[in-house]
Each structure stands twice: as C-alpha cells, then as structure tokens.
C-alpha cells in the first residue's frame, strides 16, 4: 500500500483572493471616509460655538465701552458715536489691507480642511 502524503488544503483561487482584497480595501476606504466626515463636522461645530461666543463677548464688550464713554462724555449719543467710530476705522484698515489679510486666512483654512 502506498503511504498517502500529506497535502496542504487547496488555496482558494485568485478570483476569490481579490474580490476578497477589494471588499476589505473598500471598507477601509468607507471607514477613511467616516472617519474624515465626523472629524470635519466636529471641528465645524466648534470652531461655529467658538465664534458664536466670540462675538457675543465682542457684542457686550462693545456696549460696555459704549456706556462707559457715555458716562465719561455725559451724553449717550458721543459715547455710542466714539464707538461707532472705532469700528468705522477698523472697517477702513482692514479695507485697506484686504490682500494681506486673505491669503494667511486662506491657508489657514485649507491647513485646517486637510489636516491629518
């Protein structure tokens, strides 16, 4: 009789390894995928609740100033004017300096988008 030799189990065919290999890479990209959505979302909500306060803080710090130059002016109308007249001079520098002000906010932005 012959001795039987031991024979590995077959490899499945290479049809089968790659569909194999692109459901796993698919899935690897869903979840790359997920993962690059939610972290946008979560930075976008709270770079929005960071702004919000921001300006609501900037709201009342501007009516504190406003009152306050009011109470010093003895008149409510030059103490909303000064102020008035702050943010008037702000608009204009900033107007001024409109290009030099974009381009680092725009790379601040893209930084921000494709971050890793």
């Known amino acids: 009789m012959e001795a039987k030799k031991e024979t590995p ?3 499945p065919p290479i049809v089968d390894q ?5 459901e796993t ?5 869903k979840y790359e995928a997920i993962e ?3 972290s946008i979302l979560a930075s976008v909500i709270t770079d929005a609740i960071t702004a919000i306060s921001m300006v609501l803080a900037f709201i009342f ?3 504190t100033l406003a ?6 002016l003895q008149s409510f109308w030059e103490g909303f004017g000064c102020v ?3 943010y008037l001079i702000i608009a204009v520098v900033i107007k001024l300096n409109k290009e030099r002000i974009e381009k680092p906010l725009a790379n601040l932005f893209v930084q921000k988008l494709f971050k890793k």
């Open 18 to 22: 790659l569909k194999e290999y692109a």
């Open 36 to 38: 690059g959505g939610t």
């Open 61 to 63: 710090a501007s009516f």
């Open 84 to 86: 008035a007249l702050i």
């Open 25 to 29: 890479r698919f899935k690897l990209l």
């Open 9 to 11: 189990p077959p490899l």
């Open 67 to 72: 009152y306050y130059l009011s109470d010093v």
